[in-house]
């Protein structure tokens, strides 16, 4: 049968009021429903794979982000780790001696052999302990390793920061040592760099020793002559306590000037003390006020001439027996004490002064003799030290000359090491060698982008969730009989909607008419409700329940759109809202939930009476679902009647229950009607809950007629994405309408 065929054949069957039996050979309804059959699994398309990653995108950009800023902090955390490179240069071209015949010498090929060897003994314990001794470094490579065993005193010293490196085609060492402070690790490869080239000079100053040690012993003679007569002149120098007479004369010519000055100094102080002794012998009070201790004589001899005044005042104004006058009396009386007293005071002190001038004197004229005699002395002796000290210094310089030459000897023994000088000195580095941020945070992003996405297809290989048809029909053991796509602007509801809308745009709203996305779910209601009438081929699927494994899975949407759908066929079409615990389908009409299903059941009311005509829509009517009653499962055996009476006035009872898991009504709902769809979310619908809601339909019985996919995606799935590319089949444009497909 062609498809012009079953289009003429469909509406008569689904208007037909008898109890016809339509006999279809399985080529006339093999695209009905896909059969229970094991198929073969075609391999996921590349648009499979970008869809995955679009739909875990903000995932993998969070993941991605997440990781960067865990990079970002573990860098900042970590403790940097800065490089120091000092450079030294080897020069094999430098001869081994600069005196005598050694200075000509070509030196050998064999620059790389020497190399190598420098390198080993950069590593060596000789070069490094010195270095480690005074940093430290080993402690510190210890404490930084996490606390590590240190290493014996006496064990080989090995420094793991420490990098050895000659850059390729050139003469050049490269010491590098890495440490958490710049200045420690430029002062490291600095030391190690000097303790390198110290090391080697002292290798070559050994090998030189065993010859130098001949000329050493004929230098014995020499040395001991150069004693002696160094300790001659010692001994000539401790005996005139000097160690140069003529600077010792000198000296004391000058102290002996000096002192002539300050006796002469004494003398002229001893005489003006001597004069004020004197004056002030003769106890006049003009003298005692005149020398240089009167300062107190003068005040007190003022204090009194004015304390007179004021007697001789109060003696006019009071008398002789006034307390005031006794009172300026007794003050009279007690400064003529005062100034007695400190006139004595004055005399006894010029005379103290007078003494110590006089013994300043008679010392400083004692020290003039003593110094003329030590230097008369010194002066005479002055002639002797000279003769030995010529002596002395002359057997010094030979002795000097000898050790010269020994030590030229030596220098070109070991002047090979100088072939050997650092060229670059270490310095403290800004940028750290470890962790380099910018490198690692490339590393992050590549790596954590890698691990996002590769995780993100293992999820969604390994995820709970169906999203493909096949997939069901192998879980379910339940074919897959419609899919519905997916529409962005719903956003998980949908408006009411709109009865004045033309009858080939009546399932979705005017405004969307527009969208492509709705026409194809439009497309993809009908197909449903075809799908079912060519299933019911002996005319016993009256009744249709849609259930859903868990909420807002879309059944609601789907039973509503599948009632209009049949409507729209010329079926009459009863729609009930079945779920008395959440309803939805009045807020689709517009309709108030006042009354409905819920007054059947605990009320008794007749079903009828409650019926309701939708406005603008033709051969459908509404039972809604009423107040929401929470003991629906209790009263539902009146159910049965109602579907029993509803089966024989309408061709098509549509029955929206509610989620089957969860909730005892649905199981009840199920064997009353002749069929059941159950309703799965693509991405959404775990697997377990739609096998689990297949296996308990089964077990009570009942007829469950196949599984709608719902929202799918057009790379979601294998094989049905033909429903998606149905839009292009319709004109681009207005112009096009009316031309031949």
Request: proline share 5%.
């Amino acid at each position: 049968m062609n498809p012009n065929k079953i289009r003429e054949t469909l509406p008569a069957l689904l208007n037909d009021k008898n109890e016809r039996t339509l006999t279809l050979s399985p080529m006339d309804y093999h695209f009905a429903a896909p059969a229970e059959t094991d198929t073969v699994e075609a391999s996921l398309p590349l648009s499979h794979y970008l869809w995955v990653l679009k739909r875990y995108l903000w995932n993998i950009l969070g993941f991605i982000a997440v990781c960067l800023i865990a990079t970002l902090v573990i860098c900042l955390r970590i403790t940097p780790v800065y490089e120091s490179t000092a450079t030294v240069d080897i020069d094999r071209r430098i001869p081994t001696a600069i005196l005598g015949q050694e200075a000509t010498q070509a030196s050998m090929n064999d620059s790389d052999q020497f190399i190598s060897t420098q390198m080993k003994l950069v590593q060596s314990d000789g070069v490094l302990r010195p270095v480690d001794l005074q940093y430290h470094l080993r402690q510190i490579e210890n404490s930084a390793a996490g606390g590590m065993k240190p290493a014996t005193e006496d064990a080989p010293v090995k420094l793991k920061n420490l990098v050895v490196t000659r850059p390729p085609n050139t003469y050049l060492l490269n010491i590098s040592y890495r440490s958490t402070s710049p200045k420690l690790s430029a002062d490291a490869a600095n030391a190690i760099a000097r303790s390198f080239l110290e090391h080697t000079y002292s290798i070559r100053y050994d090998a030189s020793s065993s010859l130098s040690s001949f000329m050493e012993r004929q230098l014995e003679e020499l040395k001991a002559k150069m004693e002696r007569s160094s300790g001659s002149l010692a001994a000539f120098e401790r005996e005139l306590n000097v160690v140069n007479p003529e600077a010792k004369t000198d000296i004391l010519s000058a102290r002996l000037l000096q002192l002539n000055t300050d006796f002469t100094s004494a003398q002229s102080s001893r005489i003006g003390k001597e004069a004020a002794r004197d004056s002030v012998g003769t106890g006049t009070p003009q003298a005692l006020a005149a020398s240089s201790q009167g300062e107190v004589i003068r005040r007190l001899s003022d204090k009194l001439n004015d304390v007179q005044q004021k007697f001789a005042e109060t003696r006019i104004l009071y008398g002789e027996k006034h307390p005031e006058y006794q009172k300026v009396a007794a003050q009279v009386a007690v400064l003529r004490g005062q100034l007695e007293e400190a006139q004595t005071a004055v005399a006894e002190r010029v005379g103290a002064e007078y003494l110590e001038a006089k013994g300043r004197e008679g010392m400083l004229a004692a020290a003039v003799a003593v110094s003329k005699v030590e230097f008369d002395r010194v002066n005479s002796r002055s002639f002797e030290y000279q003769g030995v000290k010529r002596e002395a210094e002359a057997d010094r310089k030979l002795y000097e000359e000898l050790v010269r030459r020994i030590k030229e000897a030596e220098i070109n023994a070991g002047f090979q090491s100088s072939s050997i000088r650092i060229a670059d000195l270490a310095r403290p580095n800004d940028v750290p060698f470890f962790p380099r941020i910018p490198l690692i945070m490339m590393a992050a992003l590549v790596l954590s982008t890698l691990f996002a996405i590769a995780a993100s297809v293992f999820a969604d290989m390994l995820g709970t969730a169906v999203r493909d048809p096949d997939q069901i029909s192998k879980l379910t053991k339940t074919p897959v009989i419609g899919t519905l796509p997916h529409i962005n602007a719903w956003r998980g509801r949908m408006g009411a909607l709109s009865p004045g809308a033309p009858d080939s745009q009546r399932l979705l709203n005017p405004q969307d008419d527009k969208d492509a996305a709705f026409r194809g779910y439009d497309e993809a209601i009908r197909t449903l409700r075809d799908t079912i009438c060519l299933s019911d081929f002996d005319r016993r699927l009256r009744s249709v329940m849609l259930t859903s494994s868990l909420p807002s899975e879309g059944k609601s949407t789907i039973a509503t759109h599948l009632a209009i759908a049949s409507a729209q066929m010329g079926s009459k079409t009863l729609l009930i809202d079945g779920d008395l615990r959440r309803p939805s389908i009045h807020r689709r009409f517009n309709e108030s939930s006042n009354v409905g299903l819920s007054d059947v059941l605990v009320n008794g009311a007749n079903w009828r009476d409650l019926l309701i005509h939708p406005p603008g829509f033709e051969n459908l009517t509404l039972l809604l679902a009423g107040p929401p009653y929470m003991r629906a499962s209790d009263s539902i055996g009146t159910l049965a009647a109602v579907m029993e009476e509803a089966r024989g006035e309408y061709d098509r009872v549509i029955l929206d229950a509610p989620p089957l898991l969860g909730f005892p009504e649905p199981l009840r709902m199920s064997v009353l009607s002749d069929c059941v769809l159950v309703v799965a979310l693509s991405g959404k619908t775990n697997r377990k809950a739609l096998a689990s809601t297949i296996a308990t339909l089964r077990r009570v019985r009942a007829n469950v007629l196949g599984v709608i996919l719902n929202e799918t995606r057009g790379d979601s799935g294998t094989g049905y994405y033909y429903s998606y590319h149905r839009n292009k089949y319709y004109a681009p444009s207005e112009s096009t309408q009316g031309q031949p497909a």
